[in-house]
């Protein structure tokens, strides 16, 4: 079985500074891991995956994400926060049906 | 379609109505996916399909609900007799290739389903 524990509910940052989304993962299996982003009332985006391949992983909009299997955590970040970053944050493990973590609300403050 | 497209995007219902919710895939798309998610929730899987056959249903939470693929494109997620604790966003996906831990699923937009 696996699962995924998004360790913040609510992440707040001012624009132009660094943000962190904590993500811990469990699973039997090796896992593809994923990030996606929920803009309000809109679908969900594939922000980047991991896929045991290169352990830091670049995505979309200046994301990136490293897989760290000592710590089983797979961290969103991006250097520099914009104010079209404001959304909904899903972290997600995949051995073959994908588990969605509960998310992280990010707002960016101008 | 460029996307997957779901169908109707809003539902309201009456308690112990049935409600069939569509969804469309990516062209090609062999595998589909079905999800609910409740407000301030990350979505929860119910079932998923390789081409019509319907691979896994452990996560459908009763026996109102049933799902179907038949001819490998179009979807259909029947609830019967829906009670006011049915009420969420059901989610469609789909994959290109066959269901497994590296393939990306593309989201649709969603239904919003309100059991009254």
């Known amino acids: 079985a696996q699962s995924v524990t998004q360790l913040d509910s609510h992440v707040s940052v001012s624009e132009g500074t660094p943000v962190l989304l904590r993500c811990n993962y469990s699973s039997s299996y090796s896992p593809s891991l994923f990030w996606y982003v929920q803009h309000p009332n809109k679908g969900l985006q594939l922000l980047l995956k991991y896929t045991s391949a290169a352990t830091l992983v670049k995505g979309i909009n200046g994301f990136e994400a490293e897989f760290k299997k000592s710590e089983t955590s797979f961290h969103l970040t991006k250097p520099s926060a914009h104010m079209s970053d404001a959304a909904e944050y899903f972290c997600v493990v995949s051995v073959r049906d994908m588990r969605f973590g509960a998310g992280t609300r990010l707002t960016v403050k101008p | 379609g460029a996307g997957v497209s779901q169908s109707p995007r809003y539902k309201v219902t009456k308690r112990g109505q049935d409600v069939a919710l569509r969804c469309d895939p990516i062209?090609?798309?062999?595998?589909l996916y079905w999800y609910r998610q409740a407000l301030g929730q990350g979505p929860e899987f119910l079932t998923y399909f390789n081409y019509e056959a319907q691979q896994d249903k452990s996560g459908l939470p009763n026996d109102r609900f049933s799902a179907e693929r038949p001819e490998g494109s179009i979807s259909t997620l029947t609830i019967q007799r829906t009670e006011q604790r049915d009420s969420a966003m059901y989610r469609c996906a789909s994959s290109l290739g066959v269901a497994g831990a590296e393939e990306t699923q593309y989201f649709g937009p969603g239904t919003r389903l309100l059991v009254l």
């Open positions: 062209s090609g798309h062999v595998s």
